[in-house]
């Protein structure tokens, strides 16, 4: 049994929201007051302060007062509360606004609406609705819950739980609200996995029934390969993706998205390193999880099956290339770093490696090789040299000279051979003097000119 916070208030959930939030949350809350309009705190933000977890969020949900028409105005509600810097970004038909904070933190606002599904696995169609409506429309029991947050909506009670969520809470039980959910939307199977790996929940028994009706169904193969890929981004954020990905493999999920895709238990490992293995990223592209999390895991699978699983999820052109190639990038990489002598050599193995296939390779070397790369990350990748280009033309360099001359720079500060500007400065010298030792040998400019390509190509006989 899971202890709950008893007979949670509006004060509480405010109080449990973070500073800013808060604040938008209270002006919402006065704003609908003077509409006469209902404003509850929906889903997951009330689970989790039944739960005693921190609020991140508030998703939240407008109501129309008893007896008067279902559209709420949320858009000028949300206007109503904005402070200035705030934006107001409206989408879709059915009155959804997000207002944007400065500080990168975002609050939604909703209306009531039902939905219907016309064929297994297809989008559902959205009409507007009742509370209970659109809260039985939710994914779980434990997310179909509304707390009141004004005078308006607490007519309607303070919690809202038409589904038994309070009591699932209790148990630790993931509930859907009936025998066709996974049917009709078979993505939930992963958000099921999300939320029992992060809450250390189980399945209902009958809703393992359900899925496993869905899965017989066929109705996973109706879903595009875009919706189940956004179900991984997702489940790759968590704190403990292994654990979510080992319900999919044990409820029969991941074949159901492509013939034989399992879950190796050479990548269990590598996986549940995943959340410490993420490089800190310094100027290059962002880290995606996703990216890293298919990597480890699809390299322990056939490269065949790898490619047929990114092709289902409709991950294509040189993404699908990277992920599906890491397994002999793996390999190779791995090799190099067990014959290096020197944090030069160290560096040469990793340094041309894109950030997300640095962290993928931390999460399967084996631990000799983890400290170095963690070593190569913190210290050596971002090394700044002290001497720049110009500086090597001037010392008499030119072309593909400065180039090498500047990898030898590089090499040297690694390898603790120079450790100042007039050293690297000195070397640069040496290294142009090499160079016109090799230019004034006799027969250098025509080995020069054989090694040089042809400016065009040379026709073929016809």
Same mark, same amino acid.
């Given at each position: 049994m899971?202890?709950?916070?008893?007979?949670p208030?509006?004060? %509480?959930?405010?109080?449990?929201?973070? %500073?800013? *939030?808060?604040?938008r949350v209270?002006r919402?809350?006065?704003?609908?007051?003077?509409?006469?309009?209902?404003l509850? @705190?929906?889903?997951?933000?009330?689970?989790?302060?039944?739960l005693?977890?921190? =609020?991140?969020?508030?998703?939240?949900t407008?109501?129309?007062?008893?007896g008067?028409?279902?559209?709420?105005?949320?858009?000028a509600l949300?206007?109503a509360?904005a402070?200035?810097?705030? /934006?107001?970004?409206?989408?879709?038909?059915?009155?959804?606004?997000r207002?944007e904070l400065?500080?990168?933190?975002?609050l939604d606002?909703a209306t009531?609406?039902?939905?219907?599904y016309?064929?297994p696995?297809?989008?559902p %169609?959205?009409?507007?609705?009742?509370?209970?409506?659109d809260l039985?429309r939710?994914?779980?029991?434990?997310?179909?819950?509304?707390?009141a947050?004004?005078?308006k909506?607490s007519?309607?009670?303070a919690?809202?739980? &038409?589904g038994?969520g309070v009591?699932? @809470?209790?148990?630790?039980e993931?509930?859907?609200?009936?025998?066709?959910?996974?049917r009709d939307?078979?993505?939930?199977?992963?958000?099921?996995?999300?939320f029992a790996? $992060?809450l250390?929940?189980?399945?209902?028994?009958?809703? #393992?029934s359900?899925?496993?009706?869905?899965?017989?169904s066929g109705?996973?193969g109706?879903?595009?390969?875009e919706?189940?890929?956004?179900? @991984?981004?997702?489940?790759?954020?968590?704190?403990d993706?292994?654990r979510?990905?080992?319900?999919l493999?044990?409820?029969?999920?991941? &074949?159901? +998205?492509?013939p034989? =895709?399992?879950?190796?238990?050479a990548a269990?490992?590598?996986?549940r390193?995943?959340?410490?293995?993420?490089v800190?990223?310094r100027?290059?592209?962002?880290?995606r999880?996703?990216?890293?999390?298919?990597?480890?895991?699809?390299?322990a699978? &056939?490269?065949?099956?790898? #490619?047929? *699983?990114?092709? /289902?999820?409709?991950?294509?052109?040189?993404?699908a290339?990277?992920?599906?190639?890491?397994?002999?990038?793996r390999?190779t990489?791995?090799?190099? +770093?067990?014959?290096a002598?020197?944090?030069?050599?160290?560096?040469?193995?990793?340094? &041309?490696?894109?950030?997300?296939?640095?962290s993928?390779?931390?999460a399967?070397?084996?631990?000799?090789?983890?400290r #170095?790369?963690?070593?190569?990350?913190a210290?050596?990748r971002?090394?700044?040299l002290?001497?720049?280009?110009d500086? @090597?033309?001037?010392?008499?360099l030119?072309?593909p000279?400065i180039?090498?001359?500047?990898?030898?720079i590089r090499?040297?500060?690694?390898?603790?051979?120079?450790?100042?500007?007039?050293e690297?400065?000195?070397?640069?010298r040496?290294?142009?003097?090499g160079?016109?030792?090799?230019?004034?040998?006799?027969?250098?400019g025509a080995?020069?000119r054989?090694r040089?390509?042809n400016?065009l190509?040379? $026709?073929?006989?016809?």
């Amino acid at each position: 049994m899971t202890t709950l916070q008893p007979h949670p208030t509006s004060a %509480d959930a405010l109080a449990a929201l973070p %500073d800013a *939030t808060r604040a938008r949350v209270e002006r919402l809350a006065a704003a609908a007051d003077e509409r006469g309009l209902g404003l509850f @705190l929906v889903g997951g933000p009330v689970r989790d302060l039944l739960l005693g977890r921190p =609020l991140r969020d508030a998703d939240l949900t407008a109501t129309a007062p008893i007896g008067s028409l279902p559209g709420v105005d949320t858009e000028a509600l949300a206007h109503a509360a904005a402070l200035p810097g705030d /934006r107001v970004v409206s989408h879709g038909r059915f009155g959804t606004v997000r207002i944007e904070l400065p500080a990168g933190v975002t609050l939604d606002v909703a209306t009531v609406r039902s939905e219907t599904y016309a064929a297994p696995g297809a989008l559902p %169609d959205v009409a507007a609705g009742t509370l209970e409506q659109d809260l039985r429309r939710r994914d779980f029991t434990l997310n179909a819950l509304a707390l009141a947050l004004n005078a308006k909506a607490s007519a309607d009670g303070a919690l809202i739980d &038409p589904g038994g969520g309070v009591a699932d @809470l209790a148990t630790g039980e993931l509930r859907v609200f009936h025998a066709a959910s996974f049917r009709d939307d078979p993505t939930r199977a992963f958000r099921a996995a999300r939320f029992a790996a $992060r809450l250390g929940f189980t399945l209902a028994r009958e809703s #393992r029934s359900a899925l496993r009706s869905a899965l017989r169904s066929g109705a996973f193969g109706a879903v595009s390969g875009e919706r189940f890929a956004a179900e @991984l981004e997702k489940l790759f954020t968590e704190a403990d993706p292994v654990r979510a990905l080992a319900l999919l493999h044990e409820w029969h999920v991941l &074949p159901a +998205l492509e013939p034989g =895709l399992t879950l190796p238990r050479a990548a269990l490992g590598p996986l549940r390193r995943l959340p410490r293995a993420t490089v800190a990223n310094r100027g290059e592209a962002p880290v995606r999880p996703w990216v890293v999390g298919l990597m480890v895991w699809l390299s322990a699978l &056939p490269v065949p099956l790898a #490619r047929r *699983t990114l092709a /289902r999820l409709a991950i294509r052109g040189a993404i699908a290339t990277r992920i599906a190639g890491f397994a002999r990038t793996r390999e190779t990489v791995v090799r190099a +770093l067990s014959a290096a002598r020197g944090r030069a050599a160290i560096d040469a193995a990793l340094r &041309p490696l894109p950030v997300e296939e640095l962290s993928a390779l931390l999460a399967w070397a084996p631990a000799g090789e983890r400290r #170095r790369i963690e070593r190569h990350a913190a210290e050596d990748r971002e090394l700044v040299l002290p001497v720049t280009g110009d500086d @090597l033309i001037a010392a008499g360099l030119a072309g593909p000279e400065i180039g090498r001359a500047l990898a030898r720079i590089r090499a040297a500060l690694l390898d603790r051979a120079i450790a100042t500007r007039e050293e690297a400065l000195l070397l640069a010298r040496e290294l142009a003097a090499g160079a016109r030792r090799e230019n004034a040998k006799p027969g250098a400019g025509a080995a020069r000119r054989r090694r040089k390509p042809n400016a065009l190509p040379r $026709r073929r006989p016809q």
